[in-house]
């Protein structure tokens, strides 16, 4: 088991009122009793705004994502060692996470960008960009945050500010090129200040139809991983970098050709969870304290990270 020092710090033409009046009798959109309902009354005007249509990349029922466009496409990395705000000490160790992450996202096709300690509004700005690009060509968009955070928020160098944000721009209604492809977001950062002491385990042993077109969520394909669950630390070694990014880089490079993303990240959360623990012996509270990361996952279809040129039958299933 490797032990590590360091942590980060931690509308219809009805009347409005009659709409929402009829909503809460269950009774929108007349008297039609085969319909289907949302669970909150929502906000007026906000859906079905305005079609929006992109191309199919992929089969409708196709059990991969489309994974060999001419690029694979750009990989962003926000990587935050010093800060202006909160009195938030240097993260030490980033730099090899940067590193690393950086050297493995090359290696499986990606166009890497890197931005050292960005302001927030130059945060927002990059995301802006490559929401604008034009992603036809690419097969998918990766963005990935190194940074202190707390419950909710993470920090740019001057401010914080809600990691939603990040994906907010890349919806398949805001971002048509990139709709029905995948956008991956890793945030290495901590989400609160409880600590995980962990459990002790005793082992025991034991003898595709194709449509011209369909309609997909604004919101999907979209795949989230926190370095660790809300509410809790997210370790970092001073020289070796975090947990999470150095197992990410681990799994990545022996697994990316062979398996889907979402088994690699099932091998990250078990190396996270099983080969770490913190090495804080001066600190009873923070000694021998364990991590385990957040899979959030909207994807549709497997990524499969082939290399580029590969042709993978299993995009028409």
């Known amino acids: 088991m490797e032990t590590n020092i360091g942590a980060d710090e931690v509308g219809n033409g009805h009347n409005i009122q009659d709409v929402f009046e009829d909503a809460k009798d269950g009774n929108c959109f007349g008297n039609n009793k085969n319909k289907d309902e949302g669970d909150a009354l929502g906000r007026a005007g906000s859906a079905r705004s305005g079609e929006v249509y992109a191309r199919m990349s992929v089969a409708k029922y196709a059990t991969h994502y489309k994974m060999d466009h001419r690029k694979r496409g750009p990989a962003l990395i926000f990587n935050h060692e ?32 890197v931005f050292k300690d960005l302001n927030y509004t130059d945060v927002e700005r990059q995301i802006k960009i490559a929401a604008q690009m034009d992603h036809s060509q690419h097969d998918c968009i990766l963005v990935a945050v190194l940074s202190h955070g707390e419950m909710g928020i993470i920090y740019a ?137 957040c899979i959030m996952s909207m994807l549709t279809r497997l990524i499969h990270f082939k290399p580029q040129g590969y042709s993978n039958l299993s995009y028409q299933l």
């Open 82 to 113: 010093v800060f202006e705000c909160g009195g938030l000490k240097s993260r030490s160790g980033t730099n090899e996470d940067c590193k690393n992450l950086k050297e493995c996202l090359v290696n499986l096709g990606f166009e890497v960008q």
């Open 157 to 293: 160098k001057d401010t914080p500010y809600k990691p939603d944000y990040l994906w907010s721009n890349f919806t398949g209604d805001k971002c048509p090129t990139l709709a029905g492809k995948p956008k991956m977001f890793f945030l290495q950062a901590c989400q609160g200040d409880k600590l995980d002491g962990g459990v002790n385990l005793r082992t025991t042993e034991t003898d595709g139809e194709i449509h011209n077109t369909y309609r997909i969520p604004a919101q999907a394909d979209f795949l989230i991983v926190y370095s660790t669950v809300k509410g809790y630390y997210s370790w970092r070694n001073t020289t070796k970098g975090s947990w999470f990014i150095q197992s990410l880089c681990e799994e990545l490079k022996k697994k990316a050709h062979n398996h889907d993303l979402m088994t690699i990240l099932t091998f990250v959360s078990q190396r996270v969870a099983l080969d770490y623990e913190s090495n804080v012996p001066d600190s009873i509270t923070m000694h021998r304290q364990k991590q385990i990361p």
